[in-house]
């Protein structure tokens, strides 16, 4: 790629993409009763074309989000008046850096695509960049298959979207920050140790990671009542297992709207932090199990019924896994990115991602991005921290870290 402009590349690969993917082109309309519809107006989406006067190196020896200045590389777009209305649907900034590398950054309206459903869009550009006359996946728009029943019959039951009852007094704050944490394979060994051998050896790397952040969570925030019920909400996509399963017509290859449910599970702080870590992994198997057929559709219906409700945020911990997704081998021409994944989060305190990364000791593992109030953090990271400096695998673990 020695002479190639990644600006030029990206932006013709764009358009091309955008042939099949032209909703992506339009703009939200919204319907007397609230629904969301998309308007084909070939309006286009918004490209920006950068330079910054750093290198790589600017970000450090491990590329982590919060990086440093990233904000000021982004270029602010002024909001609409009509908010996601008559906006853009799709933002994309291609920053060259001064030592010849540059950074893809992209936003989209989450009305529009999931996680899995903008990885596939950008997997195809990167597949047109490199010489391909289209995408290898044809995507599907199909957003019936997700509607609503005639009539809308909410048949489960959805405490992530009933707001959870405080009676705690402790004192609200509302600065929040970010924060990465790698986890590589000692680290989840360790974790492991802390489990019965039946469940340590049946249970995935998720459920183990997930159960395990939950109670240093719970912790970080400091309860005062022991009886406070806190939840824990795992983002669950109808396209994997265990979702995917149960469903009669599985979504169809290249479907790339929103699939995923996050269905949630309680304890109280006292049993959550009180009992061993095979409680809270128990409860994580429980909230997947959760996700079935009938329960993405009881939330299609919830929605046409209660007028898209906001999931419960104070007191929750929720987790999206975007190690599937496959963002980690976008290659545009120039080769594997160094990161790819959030560059934060939204400032909602309990809100955490994983993303696969290989730190600079070429160890393979998990990146964990967490939003937290200001205060939690400290103590998120205390809890965090007998795990992750492990310099000795047959070192015990304290199962209270």
Known sequence: MTGKDPVRVVREALSKALVLYYPLAGRLREAPTGKLMVDCTAQGVSFIEADADVTLNHFGVDLLPPFPCFHELLYHVPSSDDGIINSPLLLIQVTRLKCGGFIFAIRVNHAICDGIGIAQFIKGIAEIAKGASKPSITPVWCRDLLYARDPPTVTCLHPEYQQLPLHDNKTPSFKCCHASFFFGPKHIHALRRLLPLHLAQSSSTFDILTAFLWRCHTAAIHWQNPNQEVRLMCVVNARFEPCRSTFNTPLPEGYYGNAFVIPAVASTVGMLCGRPLSYALELVKKSKKEATEEFVHSTADLMATNGRPVFSMEGSLI???????????V??????????????????????????????????????????????????EKELNGILHVKDEDEPINASN
């Open 319 to 329: 987790v999206s896994d975007l190690t599937k997704s496959g963002l980690s081998d």
């Open 331 to 380: 290659d545009y021409g120039w080769g594997k990115p160094l990161f790819s994944g959030l560059d934060g989060l939204d400032d909602f305190p309990g809100a955490c991602c994983y993303v696969p990364y290989t730190n600079s000791k070429g160890e393979h593992g998990k990146v964990v991005l967490i939003c937290l109030l200001e205060e939690a953090m400290e103590r998120f």
